[in-house]
């Protein structure tokens, strides 16, 4: 059973870059053709999809967010990035980490989410 | 983008009754060469992340109730619970997959009566 598990700082200062690292258990990252998504939800608000990445590196962002968003992936420990940069009190959120079986499929596997609050 | 609108935001049905969430896409998310409607539907609790329920519009995950289903096609689409259990209480997310960006609903309160 394929388990993702979000990391990274719970609080971030704003004007600085938010990093998350999701990593996957259960399966291998780089085998299935699967694609790799993070997705975000405000506080007590609906779901944003962040953006994707393939086991390649290949990437899509949200236009939204395209300007801040840096995505990779390290199949050698199984793991997949994000990174936010600029963030301000509006970046406070839960980030989920989820996998789509291919580029048009919905979201089979989440994991807990992790909350980053954006405060001085 | 294609907007993703629910409704209606909250809805409070008694126990065993059916219950009715509605999801409206800007577009249609209907691809006419394998017809597939590429619209699925999450049922989130609190403290959890969503989980599938409906995929393609009316396919059933694995492991969710019959008492679950979905239908519609294009632009306009249902989730339908039969019989409300108590577990069933949680907040309902339509998605789009037709295209980048995906797009979520603003979600269904589903409570008690």
């Known amino acids: 059973q394929v388990q993702l598990q979000e990391s990274g700082p719970g609080l971030v200062k704003p004007s600085q870059t938010l990093s998350l690292t999701c990593t996957v258990s259960?399966?291998?990252?780089?085998?299935?053709?699967?694609?790799w998504s993070w997705i975000r939800q405000h506080p007590g608000k609906g779901l944003e999809w962040i953006g994707y990445?393939?086991?390649?590196?290949?990437?899509y962002y949200n236009p939204s967010l395209k300007s801040r968003v840096t995505m990779s992936v390290d199949t050698s420990k199984n793991q997949f990035s994000l990174k936010l940069s600029s963030v301000t009190a509006a970046d406070t959120a839960v980030y989920y980490c989820?996998?789509?079986?291919?580029?048009?499929?919905?979201?089979?596997?989440w994991g807990q989410g992790t909350l980053v609050t954006v405060s001085s | 983008d294609i907007v993703m609108t629910q409704s209606p935001d909250s809805l409070a049905v008694s126990l065993g009754e059916r219950a009715t969430i509605n999801c409206k896409s800007s577009q249609s998310v209907l691809y006419s060469s394998n017809k597939k409607n590429y619209l699925a539907w999450y049922q989130q609790k609190p403290g959890q992340p969503p989980k599938v329920l409906i995929y393609w519009a009316s396919a059933r995950e694995s492991g969710v109730p019959d008492r679950f289903s979905g239908s519609g096609s294009g632009t306009d689409f249902t989730l339908t619970i039969s019989s409300l259990q108590a577990e069933d209480v949680a907040v309902y997310y339509c998605q789009q997959y037709y295209s980048t960006p995906f797009t979520f609903g603003q979600g269904t309160k589903l409570e008690i009566k």
């Open positions: 259960g399966g291998s990252l780089s085998s299935g053709g699967y694609y």
């Open positions: 990445i393939y086991y390649s590196g290949s990437t």
């Open positions: 989820a996998r789509a079986n291919t580029v048009l499929e919905p979201f089979t596997y």
